[in-house]
């Protein structure tokens, strides 16, 4: 997760387009977020989108090679407890130890639909924008949080940190079929995580907490 994007940042980039008069006031603004999260409206959203993705599943022919894609942050780890206790905002040293202490769970409806994949023989690959030097705690907590079967995660090099999110990632995904990968699902919160070929059934997450251009 690249966390410059966090509400607060999405909030402000999309009041600046507004008239005064309709600005939501930030507080608000948080404590809607909160509430989607908290009143049981997040979890319903994600059934219907788990659901509707394993459905399209069921019709897809399973062949040698196939693979999901899913990426990490808000897509198959939850990091709500951490971003709620700083009340919607952030700070690198208690992101960065969050990450290190690798605290953060699965989200349910997503780890359905990862072993419903594994079930399936589909291989699974983790794809993120979190950067190296966080590749070990990342597969710790993955493990941790009962991703255990899975080829590989990706991480990314201090040489793609500048590189659009979407172009990274379908660049991945797109090396990864290179190498004999046949990607029939990529899952991930963010429009960028699913851009672009080589992805197969797009499955988007909800997240209203931030946006990754």
């Not at 690249?2 to 387009?17: A, D, G, I, P």
């Not at 070990?136 to 080829?151: M, R, V």
Request: net charge neutral; with cysteine; charged share 20%.
């Amino acid at each position: 997760m690249h966390v410059k994007h966090l509400l607060l940042v999405s909030f402000f980039l999309f009041t600046s387009l507004l008239p005064a008069q309709e600005i939501l006031n930030l507080t608000l603004a948080k404590n809607a977020v909160s509430q989607y999260y908290t009143s049981g409206k997040y979890d319903k959203e994600l059934d219907a989108v788990v659901d509707s993705a394993i459905l399209k599943l069921r019709q897809v022919k399973i062949q040698p090679g196939a693979a999901a894609v899913f990426d990490v942050d808000e897509t198959t780890l939850s990091n709500l407890p951490h971003m709620m206790s700083l009340d919607w905002g952030y700070d690198f040293g208690m992101w960065n130890k969050w990450v290190m202490d690798g605290m953060a769970k699965a989200i349910p409806q997503v780890k359905s639909l990862y072993d419903t994949l594994v079930a399936r023989g589909v291989k699974i690959i983790f794809l993120t924008g979190r950067m190296d030097e966080y590749h070990e705690a990342t597969k710790s907590n993955l493990i941790a949080a009962g991703y255990k079967t899975f080829d590989t995660l990706i991480t990314r090099h201090k040489n793609e940190k500048y590189s659009g999110v979407a172009n990274y990632k379908e660049t991945m995904r797109c090396a990864l079929e290179s190498r004999g990968y046949h990607i029939i699902m990529c899952v991930g919160d963010q429009q960028t995580d699913l851009q672009g070929s080589c992805a197969g059934i797009k499955v988007k997450i909800p997240n209203y907490v931030y946006i990754i251009d």
